[in-house]
């Protein structure tokens, strides 16, 4: 065994480590490596970045017994496992082109140029996986392993004469196996440090989001979208982000400004072209520059600026623009930072007209319900989200637009009748928000046919799915709850069950006798909005012993609402 090659191979691992650091300290590679855009240039961008690498790795290899010793692999693999397939298929190519034309009479000549195609292709096939494992070491050090011992077989195969293939075989296999496996998790660590800084960035806006959002709501509550409030707004993000600037406008002219931002003297009658294009688009829209004509044309020479749409029963009402300093890393975690915060501020401000319509909320129990549900469930959210946000940013970011849904279909009024989908889209949302919560303890299963024709009264199911799930299915270890709609003739039926202990004989009277506690208010305040819209013979339906409870709530197709007092 040649102790010549161990130096060669260690040699060309340590310039191969040092070559990736340089490429991790450029800024645009940084970009591209953390998938900001997957655009064309970029995959160009990368297979020209990678396929040198490579074809470096041919020439300050180990020459021996006609063949080369060299890290040609770790350009090729790597190349996938950061850039995807294609650039790795390309990258493949060119390596294994580049190797057959260095030297084409070689005797292993032909199998190595087989071998870097095979490990352009194996790369391509499992860039996905590696990928979603988050680059485990273990996973590249076998690939990378397994890679290499193919090719040691392809020169068995196919260099001749097999002596001089074997003996070739002999002294290679180990350093190139070891050292390149090895060389293979060093090499891609590196930019896994670049990705991983990029996840911590979303994981810590998403946190941000809730902070701000939990701030803003005394402001919110108000109602009102003027110069004040949103100076209010904007100077809470700044406190708690790294942005430079917040401003706010309505649909023809810039209402607010906060932080530092210079701007002309005719702000205050102004409507920056980034803010029309968000009116028109109800796109978030990301501005680097603009026309000297334009308001925002000197603040975006130094800063980068993302708008956002602030909409109301889906109609734009306004916009948010945030500016932050140009030159980062990836502006992909401020945009996302930017469009959550849009979500829930937009959905309190819906929450805000809704309130000013007091006209609409006829009943007192509807009110009961509604501020029994909001605080209460929003803050449990919360905290749900927030547990997320560092370890799983992409699950918090999926429970956010649950808890955004949960919140839009909560505020609706209490004669408004919604198709029985919506209804359960409002009820999806709760339970992904409490599935977080409870993790493996709740079983959650919903069965609903296509198809169905009716409308019922909105917010007439969650809270019988609350009470299932808090006060039913949690009161055992492993929590069960169902939820069926089926159709009978000319009745739908809409079923609760859960497994809990039951709901005790004297809730069950109160309901009929009108008599409800604080601790059902849930379910009072539905079975009297059933009695009100329908009759009061369409309450809630209640079977229960000590193994569970199923509500049923019975709606008759093209039943006329009854609205008795």
């Not at 928000?433 to 079983?443: H, Y």
Request: net charge neutral; proline share 3%.
């Amino acid at each position: 065994m040649n102790a010549e090659i161990f130096k060669a191979m260690l040699l060309n691992i340590g310039l191969l480590i040092l070559l990736a650091q340089v490429l991790a300290a450029i800024r645009a590679v940084k970009r591209i490596i953390v998938h900001e855009k997957d655009s064309t240039k970029d995959q160009i961008t990368l297979i020209i970045i990678f396929s040198i690498v490579a074809i470096i790795s041919n020439y300050t290899g180990y020459s021996i017994n006609g063949a080369i010793a060299n890290t040609r692999v770790i350009g090729v693999m790597a190349s996938g496992f950061l850039g995807g397939p294609v650039v790795a298929l390309v990258v493949g190519f060119i390596a294994g082109f580049h190797r057959f034309l260095i030297d084409m009479t070689g005797f292993s000549t032909l199998a190595c140029t087989i071998s870097t195609l095979l490990g352009g292709v194996i790369s391509a096939l499992l860039s996905k996986k590696v990928k979603d494992n988050k680059y485990k070491s273990v996973d590249l050090f076998l690939i990378t392993f397994m890679v290499e011992s193919l090719q040691m077989v392809i020169i068995l195969l196919i260099a001749k004469p097999f002596n001089e293939a074997f003996l070739l075989v002999k002294n290679i296999f180990l350093p190139m196996t070891l050292f390149n496996s090895i060389g293979m998790v060093l090499f891609v660590g590196v930019f896994k440090n670049i990705i991983k800084e990029q996840e911590y960035g979303i994981g810590r806006k998403v946190g941000l989001t809730f902070e701000i959002t939990k701030r803003c709501l005394p402001i919110l509550q108000k109602y009102e979208y003027n110069e004040e409030s949103c100076n209010k707004i904007g100077e809470i993000i700044l406190d708690f982000s790294n942005d430079m600037a917040v401003v706010f406008t309505d649909t023809e002219r810039i209402i607010s400004v906060s932080g530092e931002i210079e701007l002309p003297s005719n702000w205050r009658t102004s409507m920056p072209t980034i803010a029309q294009r968000v009116l028109e688009e109800k796109e978030v829209i990301f501005g680097e520059h603009s026309k000297e004509n334009d308001i925002f044309h000197k603040p975006l020479k130094n800063m980068i600026a993302i708008s956002v749409p602030l909409i109301k029963w889906n109609q734009v009402f306004g916009t948010m623009i945030i500016f932050s300093k140009k030159h980062r890393i990836s502006y992909y975690s401020q945009i996302l930072f930017a469009e959550g915060l849009s979500k829930l501020l937009s959905t309190q401000y819906e929450l805000a007209d809704m309130e000013k319509q007091k006209e609409l909320l006829v009943k007192s129990e509807y009110k009961a319900l509604q501020s029994q549900i909001n605080p209460h469930f929003i803050f449990n959210s919360l905290n749900t989200i927030s547990s997320f946000v560092r370890e799983k940013p992409e699950d918090a970011r999926e429970l956010l637009i649950a808890l955004a849904t949960y919140f839009r279909n909560s505020i609706k009024t209490k004669d408004a009748l919604v198709s029985i989908y919506d209804e359960m889209e409002y009820v999806d949302a709760f339970l992904q928000l409490v599935k977080a919560r409870f993790d493996d303890r709740l079983k959650v299963s919903v069965d609903i046919p296509n198809g169905l024709e009716i409308k019922v009264p909105c917010l007439i199911v969650q809270p019988i799915v609350e009470n299932a799930v808090i006060h039913g299915a949690m009161s055992r270890k492993d929590g069960q709850v169902k939820v069926e709609i089926s159709e009978r003739d000319n009745d739908i039926i809409i079923s609760v069950k859960d497994n809990g202990h039951g709901i005790p004989i004297d809730i069950i009277e109160g309901l009929q006798n009108d008599d409800i506690g604080e601790d059902s208010i849930g379910l009072g305040n539905v079975h009297k909005r059933l009695c009100y819209i329908y009759g009061k013979d369409h309450g809630l339906d209640i079977i229960s012993s000590t193994s569970g409870t199923t509500v049923n709530i019975n709606i008759k197709k093209n039943q006329p609402l009854i609205i008795t007092s």
